[in-house]
């Protein structure tokens, strides 16, 4: 044998000998059909209902120890036993030759054995939007997962001449690696013990690639365990050369392999502090998002955050405690020094515990922790701190942890969207520093208070008082101004009205009159200005002492870095009956998601006027809205606000155990309908829809158990693909889920610009039934008529751009309690600026907790997506971009497309039958081969 060809020579023997042996193929057909098994029913893939191949990677570290166990068990054993290894030994080939060859024969069987599965990524590829970064990434980590086992697997059969004692010894090395990490033998221990243990780990490793994310530290241990023992394998062999007698060679043997296993262990310890890692998701999911850079470009003072995290915890947090350090220091790396990060364990320094409960009230959280002997109660630290300045605030254990239900009952604790919190808590710190220091600071450009008043002798006496009080509150805010605030007064009668006629044409101020029947016609508008926006700034009931916050209100719009306010009118929910329910809708969860990033100012509109102070309206399932509160609606949007609407003439109600749908007018038909927006009192139904859970009563003998079960339901609409428009408001959700909405038309209105953000399939119907119950058998969906006809349907639109009111004049509305005795007529604008934005969504419950908590749950933890979409419209209308698109990171999964169970059956038998397809064509290609072509098949594969 020539040295230099004995590599190549022995990696084509090894794999004539394997593909020859009928159990090789039963192996290879053992590993597709349990991978197959695993995937469709262990991990019942249809029932998660999540695009992805993780089932196929979750049980590949210990499908792969037997695999690889069984590819290398005859490697060196069966030379051993056959009396072969002794004429290797005396050949004049290095030996590492002949086990790079092996492994090299070895690790393309794996590769085979691992391309055969590579049907199933494809099928799911097809049926639904699949992310391939982690499937690549997952199949990268089963590679080399499986080298390492197979680096195992050749050494272990080098020491014995028994197969079945090299399989066993492989397993049983393997698995240790796989246990050392693993959360069955991490329970055993705590703190650095555990971390070690998880460094050590295969599993671990394992599970951080097959995410999308490719950490060079998991690279390098998979390579530094392959060449480790396949050192101590060439180690082995060699030993078999040497005599008895000690010799010099026989230290160097011993000094070299030494310093090749220290070498790899301190290169592992080394790279440990370098976290160099590159993510493959779509969408960069585990890498700091550019919104997130975008908030750190803001600090201009060094940052502080500090990790508070116990060494000994509960053994479902331990694993997640490495990922979030991870990404804390991700923010230390992208803020270029301006952010501080450091980890502390108050239970090892009294003085920060002391610190951590006295400064910042953070508390251990208490934890039951039980093993087979007995149980005990921890508190532990999983706190984090952000300080900026004198402002801090601390996140715990309920803000980053989600629980999830597993298909097995099991509880299943991960990191919900850690970015999210961690930068919403920086911006907040940031925003509330720098609102306790100088509002005009924050504002890039100057900005211009434009009055267009009339003349004394046309104002009221009322309104002369009032310019003359807010005089003083506009000449101190120019003085704080620094220049960046002018004042400019126009008389809009003066040059023959032409002002008067520009305002009237551009922002629709009509004029004013004193009371009702006064011919006496007056000018009092007061508007703020850059080269980018105009805004209004609102009078009301002209109180002077209302005019400085609607000032600073107006002036912090054009201001980066404070938090704005929401106005949100809701319906009044009727009294709840003692011991039952509250009846209607309940918004708990919509106000508690928007309170975390903004201001929120409840409205009901009754008075006629919205706020001064919100920079954003929300109406969400309005009924019977009067005159007055349409008003209010209608000049908010006419001062240039944006308005977001969720309203539909249906609204569920659940009557018992029966879910019916009940007509509601919200009173803004006629308004909507000015322009061009109309809603059809009907409800959508789409052949594209998502599963209803429904609970089934199952009887056994005399008892009764209460079971949920999902049933086909085409009123929950599954909006994905095409309808989910290409705009910031929905360019994150990869999927949306609307319940009971109704179809939206629009007509065209010369000056709006009209967007479909959200519409249903071209296979979408109507229905006009108000018994919704969904029945098992799927075979009727309520009593009512329903449309033939299938199309697609709008069901939430944005209009942009120049709107008319709907009103010709202000009405007549009841006086406010802080208004004066002396009647005045409120001030009317007929037409908004180009700023004015309108958002329709056609769908009562869109957000309700009704909904959002029970009837779309269907992953064991609450839908978030309606939530996500209407505080990514919120963000866009208020031009804050700082969390949009970090929300929805972790609470939306690529789900599947609505599949019956046929369909199911089908894609799930044709993987059984392409894996078999492939299998059988192999091995037929192979015995259908001379044996010199097999020779040199073998020959072109190593």
């Known amino acids: 044998m020539q040295p230099d060809r004995a590599l190549g020579r022995v990696a084509r023997k090894e794999l004539q000998l394997f593909f020859a042996s009928p159990v090789a193929w039963l192996f290879l057909a053992g590993f597709l059909a349990i991978s197959l098994f695993i995937f469709f029913w262990a991990e019942a893939f249809f029932a998660r209902n999540i695009a992805d191949v993780r089932p196929l990677f979750e049980w590949m570290p210990l499908l792969l120890i037997f695999l690889s166990a069984a590819l290398t068990m005859r490697s060196w054993s069966e030379e051993r036993r056959s009396g072969t290894l002794e004429h290797v030994l005396t050949l004049p080939v290095p030996l590492w030759q002949f086990v790079a060859g092996k492994f090299l024969a070895c690790a393309v069987v ?54 079945i004692v090299s399989l066993m010894g492989s397993v049983a090395v393997c698995g240790l690696l796989y246990l050392a990490g693993s959360d069955l033998l991490l329970g055993f221990f705590g703190g650095t013990t555990a971390d070690v243990l998880r460094l050590l780990g295969s599993g671990t490793r394992f599970e951080s690639i097959t995410r999308g994310v490719i950490d060079l530290r998991d690279l390098y241990y998979y390579g530094a365990v392959t060449i480790g023992f396949l050192a101590l394998n060439v180690y082995g062999l060699e030993r078999g050369r040497w005599s008895r007698r000690p010799h010099a060679r026989h230290r160097r043997w011993h000094l070299a392999v030494t310093l090749v296993l220290a070498n790899l262990l301190l290169g592992g310890i080394w790279l440990h502090q370098l976290p160099l890692r590159v993510d493959v998701t779509e969408g960069r999911l585990y890498s700091l998002s550019e919104a997130s850079e975008g908030v750190l470009e803001q600090i201009e003072e060094p940052l502080l955050i500090r990790g508070y995290f116990s060494e000994r915890s509960h053994p479902l947090l331990a694993p997640l405690v490495p990922q979030l350090r991870d990404l804390l220091r991700e923010y230390a790396q992208s803020a270029d ?35 087979r002997y007995q149980s005990a109660l921890v508190n532990a630290y999983f706190n984090v701190l952000i300080k900026y300045g004198d402002e801090y605030e601390t996140l715990g254990f309920s803000d980053f942890i989600e629980v999830k239900t597993a298909l097995s009952g099991e509880p299943e604790v991960v990191l919900r969207n850690p970015e999210f919190d961690v930068t919403r808590a920086i911006r907040d710190v940031l925003y509330r520093y720098r609102s306790g220091g100088e509002l005009f600071e924050q504002i890039a450009r100057p900005v211009t208070l434009r009055a267009y008043i009339s003349d004394d002798a046309l104002l009221p006496d009322l309104l002369i008082d009032y310019r003359d009080a807010i005089a003083n509150d506009i000449q101190a805010m120019v003085q704080r101004s620094g220049g960046k605030l002018d004042v400019d007064i126009i008389a809009p009668e003066a040059g023959d009205g032409a002002v008067a006629q520009r305002i009237l044409d551009d922002w629709g101020f009509q004029p004013m009159i004193a009371a009702l029947g006064d011919e006496q016609e007056f000018f009092f508008y007061l508007t703020l200005e850059d ?21 600073e209100a107006g002036l912090r719009r054009f201001a980066r870095g404070f938090t704005r306010t929401v106005a949100l009118a809701l319906p009044q929910a009727p009294a709840a009956m003692p011991g039952m329910p509250p ?36 109406v969400v399932a309005p009924e019977s809205l009067d005159d007055a509160q349409r008003f209010a609606l209608d000049q908010y949007l006419m001062r240039g606000g944006s308005v977001i609407l969720v309203t539909s003439p249906r609204s569920l109600e659940t009557r018992g155990n029966a879910l019916r749908l009940r007509e509601v007018d919200s009173g803004l038909g006629d308004w909507l309908a000015g322009h061009g927006v109309s809603i059809e009192d009907t409800v959508l139904l789409d052949e594209r829809h998502a599963a209803f859970p429904l609970p089934v009563l199952r009887r056994v003998g005399d008892y009764e158990f209460r079971d949920m079960q999902f049933v086909d339901y085409p009123y929950l609409l599954d909006l994905r693909d095409d309808g989910l428009a290409e705009h910031p408001i929905t360019a994150s959700l990869p999927q949306l889920t609307m319940g009971w909405a109704s179809p939206l038309r629009v007509e065209a209105r010369d000056g709006l610009v009209t967007t479909t953000l959200l519409s249903t399939s071209p296979r979408a119907w109507t229905s006009d039934a108000t018994d919704v119950m969904p029945q098992l058998d799927g075979s009727a969906y309520g009593l009512g008529s329903a449309s033939d006809e299938r199309s697609e349907s709008p069901v939430a639109v944005l209009l942009e751009g120049v709107f008319h009111s709907a009103f010709t004049a202000a009405p007549e509305l009841a006086p406010r309690d ?23 969504v056609s769908a009562n419950d869109f957000v309700s907790d009704q909904i959002l908590s029970g009837v779309i749950a269907a992953a064991g933890t609450q839908y978030f997506g309606s939530l996500e979409f209407l505080m990514n419209a919120i963000d866009w209308a208020l031009e804050d971009s700082s969390l949009t698109g970090i929300r929805s990171r972790a609470h939306f999964n690529r789900t599947l497309p609505p599949l019956h169970r046929d369909e199911q059956a089908r894609i799930e038998y044709l993987n059984y039958g392409v894996a078999a397809l492939l299998l059988v064509l192999l091995y037929g290609i192979w015995r259908g081969l001379s044996a010199r072509r097999r020779a040199r098949l073998a020959e072109l594969i190593s």
């Not at 499937?135 to 980590?141: C, D, P, R």
């Not at 952010?339 to 002391?354: I, K, L, S």
């Not at 309170?595 to 006027?609: F, K, R, V």
């Not at 802080?818 to 329709?840: K, W, Y």
């Open 583 to 618: 009846p209607g809708h309940s918004f708990a969860t919509l106000q508690q998601s928007i309170s975390q990033d903004h201001t929120i100012l409840m409205e009901d509109l009754a008075d006629g006027m919205v706020d001064g102070s919100a920079d954003l309206l929300m």
């Open 818 to 840: 802080d208004a004066s005795n002396e009647a005045l007529a409120t001030g009317f604008i007929s037409q908004s600026p180009t700023s004015a934005r309108l958002l329709v």
């Open 110 to 163: 794996l590769a085979l054995a691992l391309a055969a599965t590579v049907p199933l990524p494809i099928t799911v590829g097809l049926v639904a939007n699949l992310d391939p970064g982690p499937v690549l990434a997952g199949y990268l980590a089963a590679f080399l997962l499986g080298c390492a086992y197979l680096a195992v697997g050749l050494f272990v059969s080098s020491r014995t001449d028994n197969a």
């Open 337 to 371: 020094g301006r952010v501080r990060v450091e980890f502390v364990d108050p239970a090892e320094d009294a003085a920060a515990e002391q610190e951590a409960n006295s400064s910042y009230g953070i508390q251990a959280t208490p934890f039951q922790v039980a093993d």
């Open 531 to 551: 080269d980018h926006q105009v805004i209004q700034i609102p009078t009301g009931a002209f109180n002077s002492e209302e005019f400085a916050p609607n000032l």
